[in-house]
């Protein structure tokens, strides 16, 4: 018999691994749905890690800078691989606390693709995509299979969902829309 849950949640970006902690905490049986990356695009490639590289490119300026601030910095230089190493460090940790958000406040995720195939039937079968292979399910994620709920929340939104669920809008539709 399919596992069944009051709350499952397509998507655990920042729409949904927040919407998933706080009906958790209300009391329903809550589940969800991820195909990659906990955390979503903002934790894994956008917001984040932009920031983390813009922070460097910052401090880059600064130190080229630094007689103006009665400072001296000589041979100033970047390191291009260890920058990106560094954003890469920031977002997996990030990454990381959402996994620990999820057990701490009891929330299953499951690994995997979800499609609604009917009202309140959430069909997960493994993720296609290349992020999913390189990314690691975190411990204790229940895996590909059917899934019931009472009520399924599309948690994804700018980067795939945007709009209305009948007709998705375009990626740079979305881009212009919501960012
Ligand atoms: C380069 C870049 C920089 C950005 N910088 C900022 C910024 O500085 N500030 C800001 O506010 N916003 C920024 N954004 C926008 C921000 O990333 C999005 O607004 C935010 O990620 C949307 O969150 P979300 O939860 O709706 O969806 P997403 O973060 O897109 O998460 C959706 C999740 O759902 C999963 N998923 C989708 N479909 C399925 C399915 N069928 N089955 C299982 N899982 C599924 C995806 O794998 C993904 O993990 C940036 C975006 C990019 C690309």
């Known amino acids: 018999m399919a596992e069944?849950?009051?709350i499952i949640i397509i998507g655990s970006g920042p729409g949904g691994y927040v919407t998933a902690i706080r009906a958790a905490q209300l009391g329903f049986k809550?589940?969800?749905?991820?195909?990659?990356?906990l955390g979503g695009i903002c934790l894994?490639?956008?917001?984040?890690?932009?920031k983390a590289l813009l922070r460097s490119a910052e401090i880059f300026h600064y130190m080229q800078h630094a007689k103006d601030y009665g400072l001296a910095a000589e041979k100033v230089s970047y390191d291009a691989a260890a920058v990106v190493k560094r954003s890469r460090g920031v977002s997996k940790r990030l990454n990381d606390g959402v996994g620990f958000l999820m057990k701490k406040n009891k929330v299953s995720?499951?690994?995997g693709?979800?499609?609604i195939d009917a009202p309140g039937k959430v069909t997960?079968?493994?993720?296609?995509?290349?992020?999913?292979?390189n990314s690691d399910a975190p411990k204790g994620a229940?895996?590909?299979?059917t899934y019931e709920a009472k009520h399924i929340i599309i948690g994804s939104g700018p980067g795939n969902w945007c709009g209305p669920i009948s007709k998705p809008w375009s990626r740079s539709a979305c881009r212009s829309r919501c960012w």
Do not use: M, Q
């Open 124 to 133: 997960v079968k493994p993720a296609k995509s290349e992020a999913a292979k």
């Open 109 to 111: 995720v499951i690994w």
């Open 113 to 115: 693709e979800a499609a």
């Open 142 to 145: 229940l895996g590909p299979g």
């Open 30 to 37: 809550t589940a969800i749905v991820e195909r990659a990356y």
């Open 44 to 50: 894994n490639w956008g917001c984040i890690p932009t």
């Open 4 to 6: 069944s849950f009051d």
